[in-house]
């Protein structure tokens, strides 16, 4: 019970996306796709795209540099920076020692070219769950010393092929998180639903040709995705009860204990479809008022269990779609997901960003309208394909509107400049040579290394003209 309660958490967390989209408008007529079902359908705005001289190294460096400068953190005093991607640039070569190596020349004149040489870094892949699996580690790792601080990166492209059924969820993006003792944004409980299968739902094979787009199967995936959750909703239940959260007898209304609810999110509106089928479960449990008007469905739906199968099953599915269409179930989404999806609908999928994104979004827009408290607890749901699921809470602190406050999510997303479906392909095919929106001052690649010792490895340095990538 003391190890759940220990005072170690998130601290701060900073941003990072490329300063090129895609106005998923364009990319809709050009597929002949209509615009509604993109847009109104899955929630998708703008796909945020890296240009080329940018890479998960570049915007890692770009997101830790950020929380290292706002927080005035000397480097020498950073333990660990452990990265959550499935963007590797190596199979090898862990691809934050390339971020880190770009953070040790830019802080080397203040901290010395050794300020990063005591640092431990590395790599965590299980597809858009890694990030989270390497805060669980580093939140243990700090929770041993109060005196140590942890940095969590978690950086991808979500990369599909050309006219496939993922391309429109593509982005780009990076997430860093300060973990220490004390956090002044979010202190994260040790407990932790979890559930594993193995399943061939999204992955990256090895192929004589290197591609970075994977092999999926979509429904398969959403199917997996929402066994997981709800498997790892249960665990997490059963963990909650065994542990004291609630009164006995009580069951734990996950709806009314957390405020908000972040969730990794493939597409911007895929947290509304994928929890119908456990809010359905919640509320049966819960036995919402005789004066709800979904409380006659739930009734019939309790009393086809006694029925043969498929009968259950249609009244089952009958009763999802009406919960999903429901008042009641609007207001949830409202309340609890609407704000955490606002900035992957100008993003796209950031895989392991990805639900750092939505907690950024969340939190951001709580501090900025006065909806979160201090005191109030956000729920993460977690998935990565292949296929795993985490399910775990925090509570905001005291004070941390002041964090949350100078994210600058949404300033970011304003300040950037979209490409035409040309420059899209363009650069989706990697024909696109010079850069489009070279930023000085940022990182980039220079080259890439052709033969010898050094065949392919990667050159980076700060921007100063438009690079030209060689090699």
């Known amino acids: 019970m003391a190890k759940r309660l220990l005072p170690v958490g998130i601290d701060d967390l900073a941003f990072y996306t490329p ?9 809709a007529e050009a597929r002949n796709i209509p615009y509604e079902k993109l847009a109104h359908g899955l929630g998708l705005h ?21 929380l290292i400068t706002r927080n005035k953190l000397d480097p ?29 020349e830019h802080f080397s004149e203040d901290y010395g070219a050794d300020c990063f040489r005591r640092c431990d870094v590395l790599d965590m892949t299980f597809a858009c769950i890694g990030a989270v699996d390497a805060l669980q580690s580093t939140l243990d790792w700090v929770a041993a010393d109060p005196a140590r601080i942890g940095i969590v990166v978690a950086s991808d492209v979500a990369k599909y092929e050309l006219h496939s059924t993922g391309e429109y969820t593509q982005g780009a993006g990076a997430v ?16 932790t639903g ?49 542990a004291g959260l609630f009164r006995t007898g009580q069951f734990p209304a996950w709806r009314k204990r957390w405020a908000r609810m972040a969730f990794h999110l493939p597409y911007a509106f895929h ?27 739930l009734w019939a739906l309790a009393l086809a269990r006694q029925m043969e199968e498929a009968t259950y099953e249609k009244v089952y599915a009958d009763t999802l779609k009406k919960v999903s269409q429901s008042a009641l179930y609007q207001r949830f989404v409202q309340e609890k997901l609407e704000s955490a999806q606002r900035a992957s609908q100008e993003v796209g999928n950031v895989y392991t960003a990805s639900i750092f994104l939505a907690l950024m979004s969340s939190l951001e827009t709580g501090a900025q309208d006065g909806t979160l408290q201090a005191g109030e607890r956000v729920g993460f749901v977690a998935y990565g394909s292949g296929s795993k699921a985490k399910i775990f809470e925090g509570t905001l602190q005291p004070g941390w509107e002041q964090v949350g406050a100078q994210f600058g999510v949404f300033d970011k997303l304003q300040d950037r400049q979209a490409v035409n479906y040309e420059q899209y392909e363009a650069l989706h095919s990697g ?9 000085p001052g940022r990182w980039g690649l220079q080259s890439i290394g052709t033969e010898g010792v050094t065949l392919g490895a990667r050159y980076y340095e700060k921007l100063k003209r438009e690079p030209v990538i060689s090699g």
Request: with cysteine.
């Open 194 to 242: 979890i559930s594993t299968e193995s399943a061939h739902d999204f992955y990256k094979p090895r192929r004589e040709r290197f591609t970075e787009t994977p092999i999926f199967d979509g429904q398969y995936s959403n199917q997996c995705y929402q066994d997981r959750m709800q498997e790892a909703l249960a665990d997490f239940t059963r963990q909650a009860l065994a």
């Open 271 to 297: 947290a509304r479809r994928i929890y119908v089928a456990a809010f359905l479960q919640e509320i049966m449990a819960d036995k919402v008022s005789e004066k709800e008007p979904l409380a006659k469905d």
């Open 431 to 439: 024909i696109q040579k010079g850069s489009i929106c070279p930023v």
């Open 76 to 104: 020498r005093t950073i333990g660990r920076i452990y990265m959550g991607t499935e963007s590797a640039l190596d199979g090898a070569k862990p691809t934050a020692t390339y971020a880190v190596g770009m953070l040790q």
């Open 176 to 191: 860093a998180m300060l973990v220490r003792w004390q956090p002044r944004l979010l202190v994260l409980d040790r407990l």
């Open 46 to 66: 703008k796909m945020a795209l890296p240009d080329v001289h940018e890479d998960a190294a570049t915007m890692a460096a770009e997101a830790i540099a950020e």
């Open 19 to 27: 300063k090129i989209y895609l106005d998923i408008r364009t990319l």
